[in-house]
């Protein structure tokens, strides 16, 4: 494992210690600040070689995302099982796989992130971290809080799936319902954290859910075999996810351990009732502006306004990708059709990522021999009470 060397914003480029917990850049000369990348001395982990020996001796101590403890950092890791997911073939499209997150600790891909931020707090020895949240990063954080004996505090919008809240509670979290969507719980924070003794692990805020999230991209990238598939398509609310898995390729590059050059189009998708990245991409901006009246039964895509536009808009134009926006109706239609012809049980914004999938398909824009990865970022079974509402479909 290695050293961290520092953090570096990615705005202005400065370099912070990672000696004591860093939330955003404080050098950036204007608003809003830099978020910060953790970077390594990644020399003594060059070669392929090297490479094929981690993944032998991947089964070691730490399970999962541990898999690329190489490239993390050196601290004990507070751990669930989080990671090293399924890579399932679909059953129609020769050239298509589904990312299983829902396979992760908490039944989302947000147990990477957090159990990384949640590791770099008890090793700086935080005892509060608070979190705005459409959902499952506040179901993630109470889990992994609770096995590190943290305090979370945690506000989530009222409307949330019921399994957010009742999995927050029973993690013994300090949750609030707020009125109002991620970003007003976000303002809550703000406002409380200095006075409370919170350290705020808010998406993009602090440097190491970014990390967490990375080992999705070292993931697909071994899962086939070392080699970059034609596209990713991601659901987009905060988009740390993205933003990982593109520092993962920039890692696996400078590492040798994957041809550079020919890296994935990028594909964000977001629900039609809050797209703010789409509608920036379409527009060739290089921010989002925040979306009003945000509403989406996918709700960890109600995020009016993410705090890495700029980054995510960059990726997206850097890697030849595109953002694209679907409307609920078809976003349930491809909940239905994945669980029916699939067996799988999408959640809504995995099923954001497969509609723009069929769209991309019937314009001619992809084929399906063409190799994508689906990114599935939590289990159908978390959001039992909004895709019933959304089937209309009651108890008998
Ligand atoms: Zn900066």
Redesign the pocket.
């Known amino acids: 494992m290695p050293e961290i060397a520092y953090l570096e914003?990615s705005?202005?480029?400065?370099r912070l210690s990672a000696e004591m917990p860093q939330t955003v850049?404080t050098?950036?000369p204007d608003q809003p600040?830099?978020s910060l990348y953790v970077r390594y001395d990644l020399s003594p982990l060059h070669g392929t070689s090297v490479r094929d020996a981690i993944a032998a001796g991947a089964s070691s101590t730490w399970k999962g995302m541990g898999r690329y403890s190489s490239v993390l950092p050196d601290v004990l890791p507070v751990t669930l099982g989080e990671g090293w997911t399924p890579m399932l073939k679909s059953r129609r499209f020769p050239g298509a796989w589904v990312k299983e997150e829902g396979a992760n600790p908490t039944g989302t891909f947000k147990a990477r992130g957090l159990a990384m931020a949640v590791t770099m707090a008890r090793h700086y020895g935080l005892k509060k971290l608070a979190v705005p949240s459409a959902g499952n990063a506040a179901g993630a954080l109470a889990a992994y809080a609770a096995a590190a004996g943290i305090e979370a505090h945690i506000f989530m919008p009222r409307d949330v799936p019921f399994a957010n809240y009742v999995e927050a509670v029973a993690y013994g979290a300090h949750v609030t319902l707020v009125d109002g969507l991620i970003s007003d719980c976000a303002r809550i924070v703000a406002e409380r954290k200095q006075q409370e003794g919170w350290f705020d692990v808010s998406t993009l805020k602090e440097p190491f859910r970014v990390e967490g999230k990375k080992t999705m991209g070292y993931e697909l990238v071994e899962q086939l075999g070392w080699e970059y598939p034609d596209a990713v398509f991601y659901p987009t609310g905060g988009g740390v996810g993205l933003i990982g898995m593109w520092k993962a390729f920039e890692e696996m590059e400078q590492l040798g351990w994957v041809k550079p050059g020919c890296r994935p189009r990028m594909i964000a998708v977001q629900a039609a009732g809050c797209a703010p990245v789409a509608r920036a991409y379409d527009a060739g901006a290089d921010v989002a502006a925040a979306w009003q009246n945000a509403s989406t039964f996918a709700a960890g895509l109600r995020v009016p306004k993410p705090y890495g536009d700029a980054i995510i808009l960059d990726i997206l134009r850097a890697s030849n990708g595109i953002a694209l926006a679907v409307a609920d109706e078809e976003i349930l239609a491809s909940i239905l059709d994945w669980a029916r012809n699939e067996g799988i049980f999408l959640s809504p914004e995995g099923a954001s990522v497969t509609a723009a999938y069929n769209r991309l398909l019937a314009s001619g824009a992809l084929k399906s021999s063409d190799r994508v990865v689906l990114f599935n970022t939590g289990a159908g079974l978390k959001y039992t009470d909004v895709t019933a509402e959304a089937m209309k479909l009651q108890r008998p």
């Open positions: 914003c705005r202005c480029h400065a850049c050098q950036c600040a830099g």
